[in-house]
């Protein structure tokens, strides 16, 4: 595969360089939603969704700030965008599913402060990609995110009944998981890409 | 007894220390986790970070404080992304200026501070509704706070990963250098490690007041 192809860019935020686990982009959520199975599947859509829809304005800000030569402008934009995407998807999950609202609480507005969406529009910015492989870095990175989170999630419901010290149990116990996750992550670094 | 609201009391050192340890921003407020996690490779680019975070941090809590009383509420939160992200566009640039070696080892995570928790925490739960000289104290004890817990981690992951402290080997030749504690995975493992010796440190503290207690409280 050439590295400038849809399917490998897609492939590279998916697994290969995975936001959460190689980056280390979004680890609030990471570790605050990743109680339950079910919460854990709609943050990640919601985040996808939040991603998409910033990783396509971020482009097309871009194109505009870099042809009337306002770069310096760029963060204030970007954060602007994505701050209102958030907005939409709030009012969308409250209008849709209020249950849904109720179980992500704070963690949705906090979207916002998910530093993966803000470092998906700068890496992608900074990697000079078209319009389409902006898109196929987003959705990858989306579901690169959910999927960290659901193994997560998975993990850490057959932990609640392990038997640990009670020094090490909660955040200790939970890094040490998603160490040994990431680990796990490095043997796909053999597929390519950086 | 009169109890002064919170704006009118005066400045102590617990102000500062507060940020600093009770109430570290990594250590014990688990915020901040991205930049902490992910520069802290070497002591150089963590010394970076915390001081730059720092600086940021310093930068909005001022201004957020001068401009506590004009900002309507509404828009508060927008209003002071839009300050941290002025602020940060600053360090962004001043660094590039300065080492485009420490630039590229950074990163996007100069840029990434916007969205750095422990920033607009403070400027929402504390510079909001304090004056500006104890917005300051208290934005400079989060921020030593933040560099202390980046060096804690930032030094650890270069003595085992690569064998020396701040560029300089150690161990001499012999050393086999631990690969994996500077990639990814090593940044969860020695937070783990750090997070499992400050809780195992709580809990002697309180298990020896307890007995203290027991002590005075036995009876003959």
């Not at chain 1, 990743?34 to 859509?45: P, V």
């Not at chain 2, 996007?108 to 510079?127: D, H, K, M, T, Y």
């Not at chain 2, 500006?132 to 934005?139: M, P």
Request: charged share 10%; with cysteine.
């Amino acid at each position: 595969m050439h590295p400038d192809d849809l399917s490998f860019i897609f492939l590279n935020a998916f697994i290969i360089n995975n936001f959460v686990l190689a980056y280390f982009l979004g680890l609030c959520p990471f570790l605050g939603v990743s109680g339950k199975l079910d919460t854990a599947w709609n943050m990640g859509l919601a985040t996808t969704f939040v991603m998409f829809v910033s990783s396509v304005c971020a482009y097309g800000i871009n194109t505009l700030l870099v042809e009337y030569d306002l770069e310096f402008l760029r963060l204030i934009c970007y954060i602007a965008v994505i701050a209102s995407a958030v907005q939409l998807v709030e009012m969308a999950v409250k209008k849709l599913s209020p249950t849904l609202f109720r179980a992500l609480g704070i963690f949705l507005p906090l979207i916002t402060t998910n530093c993966a969406i803000l470092g998906l529009a700068l890496f992608q910015t900074f990697k000079e990609y078209s319009f389409l492989q902006s898109v196929a870095y987003s959705i990858g990175a989306g579901a690169g995110f959910t999927l960290a989170l659901m193994l997560m999630a998975g993990l850490r419901t057959r932990m609640d009944l392990a038997d640990v010290p009670a020094i090490s149990r909660g955040a200790a116990l939970s890094f040490m998981l998603a160490g040994l996750l990431s680990l796990t992550f490095m043997g796909f670094a053999g597929l390519g890409g950086h | 007894m009169v109890t002064l609201p919170s704006e009118q009391k005066p400045i102590t050192t617990d102000t500062f220390l507060r940020g600093l340890w009770e109430e570290n921003p990594v250590f014990v407020m688990l915020l901040g986790l991205c930049p902490t996690l992910a520069v802290t490779n070497t002591t150089v680019n963590a010394i970076a970070m915390g001081l730059a975070t720092t600086f940021v941090l310093l930068g909005s809590s001022a201004l957020v404080s001068l401009l506590r009383k004009q900002i309507p509420k509404q828009v508060r939160i927008a209003s002071y992304i839009v300050i941290i992200a002025t602020f940060v566009t600053i360090v962004d640039y001043a660094i590039h200026a300065l080492s485009l070696e420490l630039y590229n080892a950074l990163g996007a995570f100069i840029q990434l501070i916007v969205v750095n928790c422990v920033i607009l925490g403070r400027a929402e739960s504390f510079a909001s509704k304090h004056r500006i000289s104890k917005s300051l104290v208290n934005a400079l004890g989060v921020g030593a706070g933040f560099t202390f817990a980046l060096l804690c981690l930032g030094t650890v992951r270069e003595i085992l990963g690569s064998g020396t402290l701040l560029g300089f080997p150690l161990f001499g030749d012999g050393f086999q250098p631990w690969v994996v504690m500077v990639l990814p995975p090593g940044g969860f493992f020695v937070t783990g490690a750090w997070l499992l010796l400050f809780a195992w440190l709580k809990e002697r503290k309180q298990r020896k007041v307890a007995e203290q207690k027991e002590a005075v409280h036995a009876p003959g």
